[in-house]
């Protein structure tokens, strides 16, 4: 009978490995030994490859992962990937992407983007985006914070929601000490929103703490529930940002806030069409656009 694995997908699961290792047999101490030494790497290894590594057979391996209580081998890879995801340094993250991607990039690149959206539109709990919208829609102030790669994540929601909604703020120093005193009047009734994906920004988790503190409603865009975030948001969306190569990918995240922005837009549809009418005549009068092409 398989045990029952639970909180697999954070750090237990190498002291879940390791406690395995005594009474294991010798295919499967094998392998916990490779998995101890090479977490890092065998996140992204194939069954098949795995066995390579350790010296044992392909059907050892999936044995092993439904021993260790997982519901067959992609689940104990889920659980390593979700251990290390915080904890790659940019080198270590150059490395896994050429081992993992090869010579072809361009289209390892665009495979794993399409598998993010895929799993992000499947996984969506779409009460819970409605109830995002609608905290949005009757927010007092609308706080946005996004640091690093996030930046521009925070910027484009920032963009398009300020010209839906007269009550947004882009919180611009996210990255310093200042961040607090742009958050400063922060209070109940407001909503803080938090863009932040590993490597989780320190100073965006302590943006929506001191928010939290102050009784605002917090809503969180990150990747999984291990996030730092989201243990402290009232409201949360997850968006994949598993990535072919070194870089973060935000095209998920993207299409997450773009699926928000019209949602918000769309019950707000009236007042939409009176402020875009008034933007035309602006960008008419003072030449925003190119006009001969």
Same mark, same amino acid.
């Given at each position: 009978m398989?045990? *029952?694995?639970?909180?697999?997908?954070?750090? +237990?699961?190498?002291?879940?490995? *390791?406690?395995?290792?005594e009474k294991s047999s010798k295919g499967h101490k094998k392998i916990s030994e490779y998995l101890l030494k090479n977490y890092i790497?065998?996140?992204y290894m194939t069954a098949q490859k795995l066995s390579e590594e350790s010296g044992v057979s392909e059907s050892t391996v999936v044995r092993y992962a439904n021993e260790l209580g997982f519901d067959g081998y992609p689940k104990l890879q889920?659980?390593?990937?979700?251990?290390?995801k915080n904890k790659l340094t940019s080198v270590q993250r150059i490395e896994v992407a050429e081992e993992r991607v090869g010579s072809d990039i361009f289209t390892a690149s665009f495979m794993a983007d399409i598998e993010n959206l895929k799993n992000t539109l499947a996984k969506t709990d779409r009460d819970e985006f409605n109830?995002?919208?609608d905290l949005l829609l009757n927010a007092?102030?609308?706080y946005i914070v996004g640091t690093r790669s996030s930046t521009s994540l925070a910027s484009f929601l920032n963009f398009y929601l300020s010209l839906i909604l007269d009550n947004v703020k882009l919180v611009h120093n996210a990255s310093g000490s200042e961040i607090f005193e742009?958050?400063?009047?922060?209070?109940?009734?407001?909503?803080?929103?938090?863009?932040?994906?590993?490597?989780?920004?320190?100073?965006t988790v302590d943006a929506l703490h001191f928010a939290k503190k102050q009784g605002a409603a917090v809503v969180a865009l990150t990747d999984s529930k291990q996030s730092p975030l989201a243990d402290m948001a009232d409201r949360t969306l997850f968006a994949g940002n598993d990535t072919a190569s070194f870089v973060d990918s935000l095209v998920a995240p993207l299409a997450m806030i773009n699926a928000l922005i019209a949602a918000v837009g769309q019950r707000k549809?009236? *007042?939409? +069409?009176?402020?875009?009418?008034?933007?035309e005549d602006i960008w008419e009068e003072y030449n925003i656009y190119d006009k001969d092409k």
């Open positions: 398989q045990k *029952e694995v639970k909180n697999t997908d954070n750090k +237990s699961v190498l002291a879940l490995i *390791e406690s395995s290792m790497s065998a996140a889920q659980a390593l990937r979700s251990l290390i109830c995002i919208v007092n102030r609308i742009e958050l400063l009047r922060v209070r109940q009734g407001d909503v803080v929103f938090g863009i932040s994906f590993p490597r989780y920004s320190k100073r549809r009236t *007042e939409i +069409s009176q402020s875009f009418a008034k933007l």
